[in-house]
T-cell receptor, first 110, second 112 residues
């Protein structure tokens, strides 16, 4: 599975869009980009995933560049409850293990 | 809808004592089941996964074991706890072959 690189931490003002970047320059054609988050002292929560096309659900949008070497998770209107560690993971859609790295610690401030 | 339960929520155990953590899933059949551990200040580590009753795969060799006696029940055990077993233990489930994993509330284990 391809390696990912994320900033260690980011801040975002409440009500603004939070844009979390992820680099995955070694991604191969059959690998998906998954995003999870973990709020302090809770289990991780699945957010969204994509292969080539941009994706949107009730939680977030995922923008994948045309060359697929990077992606951005967008929380359109961040709230204080969005403060969490966000993990970008690149995986083939088979197998079982989710290998969470260090992720990006997002702090949403009032 | 599907729900996942873990208990206990917190646990303090002495070194050398046994361990049993239980996880159950409701509202789905034949799920994949997973045990993860998160040590303080570190990332998640997959310990075990199961694709069916009695089928357990270990990702990391250690003094822990897992069992799946029923389709929606997953148990993490140890005969003798070590100090290094302290951490946040998370159970998760997914549909077969999917990476959309859904996590339980976790058990915070402190070995003293």
């Amino acid at each position: 599975d391809a390696k990912t690189t994320q900033p260690t931490s980011m801040d975002c003002a409440e009500g603004r869009a939070a844009n979390l970047p992820c680099n995955h320059s070694t991604i191969s054609g059959n690998e998906y980009v998954y995003w999870y988050r973990q709020i302090h002292s809770q289990g991780p929560q699945y957010i969204i995933h994509g292969l080539k096309n941009n994706e949107t659900n009730e939680m977030a949008s995922l923008i994948i560049t045309e060359d697929r070497k990077s992606s951005t998770l967008i929380l359109p209107h961040a709230t204080l409850r969005d403060t969490a560690v966000y993990y970008c993971i690149v995986l083939r859609n088979s197998g079982y293990a989710l290998n969470f790295g260090k992720g990006t610690s997002l702090l949403v401030t009032p | 809808s599907q729900t996942i339960h873990q208990w206990p929520a917190t646990l303090v155990q002495p070194v050398g004592s046994p361990l049993s953590l239980e996880c159950t899933v409701e509202g789905t059949s034949n799920p994949n089941l997973y045990w993860y551990r998160q040590a303080a200040g570190r990332g998640l580590q997959l310990l075990f996964y199961s694709v069916g009753i009695g089928q357990i795969s270990s990702e990391v060799p250690q003094n822990l074991s897992a069992s799946r006696p029923q389709d929606r029940q997953f148990i993490l055990s140890s005969k003798k706890l070590l100090l290094s077993d302290s951490g946040f233990y998370l159970c998760a489930w997914s549909v077969q072959g999917s990476y959309e994993q859904y996590f339980g509330p976790g058990t915070r284990l402190t070995v003293t």
